[in-house]
């Protein structure tokens, strides 16, 4: 009777130590499979969730401010040369574009309304202009003359305000030009000395 409880005995103590040990080992493959599947859930959610950077509160949004009318630039339109005796003509018309430097972000019809122009809107300056180049000038002897044609160009400045999407202002300036149909005429006149002479007509 003590022999079979002996034996009884063993076998509980077999059979405990079996299940534990698989029990034990079971733990571990669970928990690779885990760790695994775990680090390739992580790899793949990476890859689909996109990048923000700078995601705030507010929206972005651009205005167009501080507009102010600058020194206007006089730009050549036309140039005829010519020796003495000859009669220097500038006779035609030149189509020149309203320009932006650039918009910063903000739409063209943001910067037409602020700044009072359309951008790409075409200026017609009608240029008329002669002269007759003389032989002499202040005791000089004339090799040869040109007439320049100028016409104004209107200038503006304006900023961009970029406003950001934690409140905060970033300004950019830039420039808008526009010609004018006011025009000026000037003449070089080259002497033989090596000398020369600007003249307004």
């Not at 651009?62 to 507009?67: A, E, L, P, T």
């Not at 918009?103 to 017609?124: C, L, P, R, S």
């Not at 320049?148 to 030009?177: D, F, L, M, P």
Request: aromatic share 8%.
């Amino acid at each position: 009777m003590k022999r079979k409880s002996r034996k009884i005995g063993l076998l509980f103590v077999v059979m405990a130590i079996t299940i534990n040990l698989c029990s034990f080992t079971t733990v571990f493959a669970i928990d690779s499979k885990q760790i695994g599947s775990a680090t390739r859930e992580q790899s793949i959610a990476a890859q689909k969730i996109p990048q923000m950077k700078g995601i705030g509160f507010l929206p972005v949004y651009y205005r167009v401010v501080n507009v102010t009318t600058i020194t206007p630039e006089w730009v050549i339109v036309g140039v005829a040369d010519g020796v003495p005796t000859m009669t220097l003509t500038i006779n035609k018309s030149k189509r020149i574009a309203v320009t932006y430097s650039a918009t910063y972000g903000a739409t063209y019809g943001q910067i037409n309304t602020a700044v009072g122009w359309t951008y790409g809107e075409d200026v017609t300056i009608a240029i008329a202009g002669q002269y007759r180049v003389p032989t002499t000038y202040n005791g000089h002897k004339v090799k040869s003359g040109t007439l320049i044609a100028y016409a104004e160009r209107s200038v503006k400045s304006y900023q961009v305000e970029r406003h950001n999407e934690v409140g905060g202002i970033t300004r950019s300036t830039g420039t808008a030009k526009k010609m004018v149909n006011h025009l000026r005429y000037k003449v070089i006149l080259r002497y033989t000395d090596g000398g020369s002479v600007t003249i307004s007509v």
